[in-house]
């Protein structure tokens, strides 16, 4: 079994007036080549940024983070990895297409490749009709759609995914399940965190439970679940016993 993900003795302090404020600690996990992982926590947990250490938006204050095998920072990882932020930003004024190739831009894709991931991406996103509109028409769904086309477009083997699911309506969960699903089918190992535990339950290998930054367990669902609790019983019962 190859190792996509390993996080070793992760942690992350903020200082501030009050002093230093630890939100991860000590967090150990790994996730194998070609699941799918649920990274499950409350509110504040420390889930955004465990992910945001990950793909390099905050810098750990320990610990190690290996992807495929190889430190997490360097440029020839950075290029195997997709990433969709929780609250993602677009500059408004570009439509969606335009958008779209200028992050190509930004991976230094060919104008072809960029143009034919592009249309292939808003395609499976479902957002073809909606291509020469400008992002700031966009409802909040149709941005997450964006979202994850972005994520998408350097065809990364391992993409990180904030809360893909929040504000989308029940059709575009399922259709988000669906592509879940698809890319999990190409080989590609999917790290998401959610609130909608019946959606985790259905789509992940594996999951993770953090709680006030310290990872309370992590391991296959089928062996977590036992087959006798819904997620959402588990969840509760674990994390609501260390409130
Ligand atoms: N830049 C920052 N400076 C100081 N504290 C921060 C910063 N970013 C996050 N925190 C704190 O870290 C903790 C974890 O936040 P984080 O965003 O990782 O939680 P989360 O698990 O993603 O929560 P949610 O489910 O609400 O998205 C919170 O207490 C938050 O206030
Ligand atoms: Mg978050």
């Given at each position: ?5 390993s ?23 790994s996730?194998p ?5 649920g ?9 955004t940024?465990?992910?945001k ?5 905050a810098?750990?204050t320990?610990?190690?983070i290996?992807?495929?095998g190889?430190?997490?920072n360097?440029?020839t ?9 929780e ?5 408004s004024?570009?439509t ?5 190739l200028f992050?190509?831009?930004l ?12 249309a292939?991406l ?11 509109q ?8 149709m ?5 994850f ?14 809360e ?13 399940k669906r592509?879940?699903?698809?890319l ?39 062996r ?8 959402e ?11």
């Amino acid at each position: 079994m190859q190792i996509a993900l390993s996080i070793r003795n992760l942690s992350k302090e903020y200082t501030n007036f009050g002093g230093s404020h630890r939100v991860v600690s000590n967090l150990t996990l790994s996730v194998p080549r070609g699941e799918v992982f649920g990274f499950l926590g409350p509110n504040g947990a420390g889930k955004t940024t465990t992910i945001k250490m990950i793909v390099g938006l905050a810098f750990p204050t320990r610990g190690t983070i290996e992807i495929f095998g190889e430190p997490s920072n360097t440029r020839t990882v950075r290029a195997r990895v997709g990433f969709m932020s929780e609250n993602p930003y677009f500059y408004s004024y570009l439509t969606a297409q335009e958008f779209m190739l200028f992050s190509a831009s930004l991976l230094n894709l060919s104008s072809i490749i960029a143009h034919e991931r592009t249309a292939s991406l808003l395609n499976m996103v479902g957002l073809s009709g909606a291509a020469d509109q400008q992002i700031r028409t966009f409802s909040k769904g149709m941005n997450q759609r964006l979202g994850f086309a972005q994520a998408l477009l350097g065809d990364p083997e391992i993409v990180f995914l904030d809360e893909p699911l929040d504000g989308l309506d029940p059709l575009g969960r399922v259709d988000f399940k669906r592509m879940i699903q698809a890319l999990k089918k190409e080989g590609k190992t999917i790290f998401f965190n959610s609130h909608i535990l019946s959606d985790v339950q259905e789509l992940c290998d594996s999951i993770g439970i953090i709680h006030k930054g310290k990872l309370v367990e992590s391991g296959p669902l089928t062996r977590i679940l036992k087959g006798r609790e819904s997620l959402e019983e588990h969840f509760i019962r674990v994390v609501g016993a260390k409130k």
